[in-house]
């Protein structure tokens, strides 16, 4: 279920793309510095102490639209040591944080879906089997202590019971097929 704060933070998300959509990557790429006397040494690539404010920026700005958000994230941060309080990298750091929460609750609940659909069809075709380890898996994603928990641990008990009447055995593990080979 996605926060109720959805609508502040769709704002906060066009704002930024906006923003991201003015930057220019002139400043992302790394100075070559060559040396008139000898072409022997490798050219020399900006350390942390030389990456200024808004190279920073720049790269956080050129990583978010490629969709790296972990990398925009640090780079955001890290432009922040550098002025702490400043309101677009704030934003911008804020925001990455966000896409990352999103992508990683959007995944899960995606996993939880598919157990779920899984779970519902090894019932309806009396897989035992596969529906006690999908009851397993799903418990995994219920908070401790929550009703949805207390659900499926009866559930489970349920399906013990079926498991123990070996009722439907020519039924079991159809739906739940090994994903890969033991060996």
Not at 69 to 79: E, G, M
Request: charged share 15%; glycine share 2%; proline share 5%.
């Amino acid at each position: 279920m996605l926060p109720a704060a959805l609508p502040v933070f769709t704002a906060k998300i066009r704002r930024t793309l906006y923003k991201l959509s003015c930057v220019s990557l002139s400043a992302v790429l790394p100075m070559v510095v060559t040396h008139a006397a000898s072409h022997a040494e490798p050219p020399s690539q900006p350390t942390h102490a030389q990456i200024s404010f808004d190279q920073l920026m720049d790269i956080g700005y050129a990583a978010s639209r490629q969709g790296d958000f972990h990398t925009a994230l640090i780079n955001f941060r890290r432009a922040l040591v550098l002025r702490p309080n400043q309101p677009y990298a704030a934003a911008a750091a804020e925001n990455m944080a966000f896409y990352i929460e999103h992508a990683r609750i959007t995944a899960r609940q995606q996993t939880i879906d598919q157990l779920e659909a899984r779970l519902l069809q090894a019932t309806a075709a009396s897989d035992w089997v596969c529906a006690a380890t999908t009851l397993d898996e799903l418990t995994m994603y219920t908070e401790p202590n929550s009703l949805n928990r207390e659900r499926l641990i009866g559930q489970r008990g349920e399906i013990s019971g079926m498991l123990d009447a070996r009722l439907n055995y020519n039924a079991w593990s159809t739906v739940c097929a090994a994903q890969r080979s033991v060996y």
